[in-house]
């Protein structure tokens, strides 16, 4: 593939054009819909799948490392689904998840070294999808376009031309999108959400966004390609590059450059999440991004950004910070006590309220404790982040962590980056889903992918 105008093209026709979608407030803040979610119209193919309540829902888990096989856990427990088949590129990471599945099920599932297979599995209503950043949205869309609905571990996609494809490909083939944000079935950030959708905290001025770092590192010495690796499959649309023992790590997914933008997009994507969660302020009109960032080693196998500090500047005059754990910590600290390495604060004309995965802070704790009237905004919610899944695939229903949602904070990372990397203001323009300047990082969206690999 060979930059945006041949993406362009190969996408040309995908039939939704989301962004000339209007919304209602009350829908968006229901759906989280706004340009980039297309309102699910229930169709008589739904009405009868919401009718089917009480089918079980056959899963395939695509990608069982270390946040695969917990996904694989956690999926195991919930009422309703059953794991039926495990792809997996490594033959002991398969098997061992087929065993687990036998223990806790009862049965064996499928096992597939390439996940094509799995797809072409009529029997399988969704997959969970916890491969390397570079696989997720490759997979996603081969998924979609075989009729499965889709978890899809975050961060979204490897480039900002294939999150718009992964998008258009859920509108279009009609399928169930979850992202692998699961802070969205925590009650105290739900509660912080609608406290401040619901006017607590006033007018919105401003947002200080945070992540922890990434690291550098990783060796490029060369070893066997191991026993049981599928390794040409492990890297599929990558470069071919020399095995070595940290590439066909978790940290080598999260760090190199050949499969990720950086920790910016792999933890950036939670408190980014938290930040546009029942919210629109990015979705006003163009905005505005400046930053500056550093590779902590450019020669070694992790040459993502591992430091960053990037402002933003909303069209309706709200602005963030978003930075990384070892820039924000200073600033954190002058109001908040509680330090977590991930968060989002929101600060308004009436006070503050602060929310991380791991905890909570407010200028005003007592906000905590209130209870919203019956025509208070919500957002919507469910305590298990799995069960909802499985909930919205049977009854073919928006899940609480839809593709909008996933494509809005994603764009944020990926801008961030070719901000700090260009050394340029990047002015964005969300409804039309293009840079506005400088017009020359349009053919940054999209890279050259290796193989048949295509994100089309």
Not at 382 to 410: C, E, L, M, W
């Amino acid at each position: 593939m060979g930059g945006l105008k041949i993406l362009n093209s190969q996408i040309s026709n995908l039939k939704s054009q989301i962004s000339n979608l209007m919304t209602t407030r009350r829908r968006f803040l229901t759906t989280s819909s706004a340009a980039f979610a297309a309102p699910f119209i229930l169709s008589s193919r739904r009405a009868a799948a919401a009718e089917a309540s009480g089918r079980t829902i056959r899963l395939g888990h695509i990608g069982v490392g270390g946040q695969g096989s917990g996904l694989l856990n956690n999926f195991l427990s919930v009422p309703g689904a059953k794991s039926v088949a495990i792809a997996d590129p490594f033959r002991q990471r398969r098997e061992a998840a087929g065993q687990k599945v036998k223990e806790i099920q009862g049965h064996d599932p499928k096992l597939f070294n390439d996940f094509r297979e799995m797809l072409a599995d009529p029997e399988i209503d969704a997959v969970i999808i916890a491969t390397p950043d570079h696989w997720h949205v490759p997979i996603g869309l081969a998924a979609v376009r075989a009729g499965k609905d889709v978890y899809v571990e975050k961060p979204l996609g490897h480039t900002l031309a294939q999150n718009k494809a992964m998008l258009d490909a859920c509108v279009k083939h009609d399928r169930i999108f979850q992202y692998g944000t699961q802070q969205r079935s925590q009650e105290i950030l739900r509660r912080g959400i609608e406290l401040v959708i619901n006017g607590a905290i006033g007018d919105i001025e401003r947002i200080d966004i945070w992540a922890p770092k990434g690291s550098g590192g990783g060796s490029l010495e060369e070893i066997p390609v191991p026993e049981g690796l599928d390794y040409d499959l492990y890297l599929g649309p990558a470069p071919m590059k020399p095995c070595t023992k940290d590439r066909i790590t978790g940290s080598g997914s999260w760090y190199c450059s050949d499969y990720a933008i950086g920790f910016i997009a792999g933890w950036g994507a939670h408190p980014l999440d938290i930040s546009i969660w029942g919210l629109d302020y990015d979705q006003q009109g163009p905005f505005k991004i400046r930053g500056t960032g550093t590779v902590e080693t450019p020669d070694a196998l992790f040459n993502t950004i591992s430091s960053w500090d990037v402002h933003m500047e909303f069209a309706g005059g709200i602005k963030s910070h978003f930075m990384s754990s070892n820039i924000a910590k200073p600033l954190i600290d002058t109001y908040r006590q509680n330090w977590c390495d991930d968060g989002t604060t929101f600060f308004g004309s009436k006070g503050w309220i602060s929310l991380s995965r791991g905890g909570y802070a407010a200028s005003n704790m007592e906000w905590f404790r209130l209870q919203q009237g019956p025509d208070a905004k919500r957002v919507p919610y469910q305590n298990n982040y799995y069960k909802a899944f499985v909930d919205a695939v049977r009854d073919h229903t928006p899940s609480i962590g839809p593709i909008g949602d996933a494509v809005r904070s994603d764009a944020l990372s990926h801008l961030s980056v070719l901000a700090i990397q260009s050394g340029n203001e990047v002015v964005w323009d969300p409804k039309a889903y293009r840079i506005v300047t400088p017009q020359a990082l349009n053919g940054r969206m999209s890279h050259p992918v290796r193989g048949d690999w295509k994100q089309s």
